[in-house]
């Protein structure tokens, strides 16, 4: 399986000579198929440059799986380039709610004075489906979708594909619900979806000493994603959905941060996500 990251900032996109190392796109990861089907993880701005190059590879099937509908995991869709092209079929997951469905939610950001073309003049082949409560199928990859602690609607992704396992929780804050260290597996947000993954991305965007200040916004701390890849058994952790405010430089600190705390826990040093990084995950497949 291979985690390519198109957009990792939060709230906000945050271009500028201060955010160059780690980018300014807000949320967007690609999880590889097949040459033929994508499977896309939220529509941040990251999503933009994905879809050239989707195009670049003549990508006619994609699988968007949305998270939640705050505007920085949506405000990529309108300039994602395969939703304007006829030949393209795109079928977009997202949570459930019993107000609206998810095409007229979605629909919203597709309409005056949001944006000038509605979402029914747009091209592609469009389909929408609540996440389903059991776990399904695209391509050859098992999807299994659960919600989690954060304002609104809003899940989180495991993607297993050859053997190998991947959550997705880039908008999460389990520590709301009491200290992590303290609590059963059971009974954390999200902790089944990133049972022994081989990653988990995840929400990362405070240093301890900020998370008190924003109780209740739905992130965490560095501290708590720590703990929480901890008590989900997940064996590498990348860091995800940065602090708009956040330099390279403050991130590089985060990041040297985490390792300590995870050195302390007797696990692998995480990594902090960065536009462009591709991570390749070993297949466990028996010949």
Do not use: K
Not at 76 to 83: D, H, N, Q, S, T
Not at 245 to 262: G, K, M, V, Y
């Amino acid at each position: 399986m291979r985690v390519t990251v198109w957009g990792c900032r939060g709230s906000v996109p945050t271009p500028g000579p201060e955010t160059v190392a780690f980018g300014g796109n807000t949320a967007c990861v690609e999880v590889g198929l097949d040459d033929d089907v994508a499977l896309v993880l939220d529509a941040g701005t990251g999503i933009r440059e994905l879809g050239f190059d989707l195009q670049r590879r003549s990508v006619r099937h994609v699988h968007l799986c949305l998270t939640h509908l705050h505007l920085d995991h949506l405000e990529g869709l309108r300039f994602f380039a395969p939703l304007w092209d006829e030949s393209v079929t795109v079928d977009i997951w997202g949570p459930p709610s019993q107000l609206l469905s998810l095409r007229q939610r979605i629909a919203r950001y597709f309409s005056p004075p949001l944006f000038p073309i509605e979402l029914r003049a747009v091209p592609a082949r469009l389909s929408f489906h609540d996440v389903a409560s059991q776990t399904w199928t695209i391509g050859d990859a098992e999807i299994t979708a659960g919600l989690v602690l954060h304002p609104g609607p809003t899940v989180g992704y495991r993607i297993e594909l050859g053997g190998a396992r991947f959550a997705y929780l880039p908008d999460h804050e389990p520590a709301l619900a009491g200290t992590l260290r303290e609590r059963s597996p059971d009974w954390i947000s999200g902790s089944a979806l990133a049972a022994d993954v081989d990653l988990v991305v995840h929400d990362a965007q405070y240093f301890e000493d900020e998370y008190p200040h924003f109780v209740g916004w739905g992130h965490s701390s560095v501290a708590h994603a720590v703990a929480f890849a901890s008590a989900a058994g997940a064996r590498q952790l990348l860091l995800f959905h940065h602090e708009p405010r956040h330099s390279d430089e403050a991130l590089e600190q985060l990041e040297d941060r985490a390792r300590e705390l995870a050195a302390a826990d007797g696990l692998a040093p995480p990594a902090l996500a960065r536009e462009g990084m591709v991570v390749e995950l070993p297949s466990r497949v028996c010949a």
